[in-house]
């Protein structure tokens, strides 16, 4: 039983606002690029956190609604708002498998960097559904490495964050959304070089722990090695990790 997001979240929302993946400006320009946001569009960013695509997506769009489970991260996103003197976004708590919100209620739904923790996959592509506009889009952009690199890693991402619950491979991704109704019109994995200490430090994992999540992907063996390409520079490690990045209509 996956531990509830709010538990691992609460207490880590500011380093979500200034981590190098999350306020990067070329990955929020990624997700734009998947989006297409338009001036008229009511927008929904679900599992919103400290606000990063729900700001990358406010100047382009009418409004925006960032919706997360997590209180602490949204009152971190508020005071960015304020900072950025952002004025058309609005903070919403709910569940990502539950929306609070009637049918066809948006012109865009995005989610980012968070799929991984919910607790029913379908309900969630389900409830996308149903809150877009027919004739609208959905971008999704979450973690999904390749098999078996996927399997490694899975070990590694409970340890570090409790409230992981799976990650997706692409195929599995665009399987689910089909069943879901969506036409996928574009579904790639990218792969980044990744800041292991980075990534850990999100969470505040504690050094022993970080150390033996370290050695797990150091001594990955075969195919996960192979496309995990675990190395250290300076000491640190670094290795690949992979994001779905999908653009998919509601007709
Ligand atoms: C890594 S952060 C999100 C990052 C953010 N989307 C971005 O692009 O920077 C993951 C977020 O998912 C939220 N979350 C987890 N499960 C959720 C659920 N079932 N419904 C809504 N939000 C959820 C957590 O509270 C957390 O804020």
């Excluded at 690029?33 to 100047?59: C, K, Q, S, Y």
Aim: charged share 30%.
């Amino acid at each position: 039983m996956s531990k509830d997001a709010r538990d691992s979240f609460r207490d880590v929302a500011p380093n979500y606002a200034k981590s190098t993946f999350h306020a990067s400006a070329v990955r929020l320009q990624e997700v734009l690029d998947l989006a297409h946001p338009r001036p008229g569009d009511l927008a929904l960013d679900v599992a919103t956190g400290t606000g990063n695509t729900a700001f990358a997506l406010a100047p382009k769009v009418r409004r925006v609604v960032g919706l997360d489970l997590t209180r602490e991260m949204l009152d971190e996103a508020r005071k960015v708002a304020a900072e950025k003197k952002v004025t058309n976004v609005e903070w919403v708590i709910g569940d990502a498998c539950h929306l609070p919100f009637p049918d066809e209620t948006f012109d865009l739904y995005t989610v980012r960097a968070a799929p991984h923790h919910f607790a029913d996959i379908d309900r969630f592509m389900a409830e996308a559904y149903r809150v877009l506009k027919p004739k609208h889009d959905a971008a999704f952009v979450d973690c999904a490495p390749p098999l078996p690199a996927r399997d490694l890693l899975h070990e590694v991402e409970v340890k570090r964050d409790p409230s992981h619950v799976m990650s997706l491979t692409l195929d599995e991704w665009v399987g689910k959304l089909q069943r879901a109704g969506f036409q996928v019109e574009r579904a790639e994995a990218r792969e980044l070089d990744w800041n292991y200490e980075e990534w850990m430090g999100n969470m505040d994992v504690k050094p022993a722990l970080a150390a033996e999540l370290a050695a797990v992907i150091e001594s990955a063996e075969g195919q996960a090695r192979k496309q995990l390409r675990p190395e250290r520079r300076e000491g640190k490690l670094w290795h690949a990790y992979w994001h779905a990045l999908i653009r998919a209509h509601k007709a």
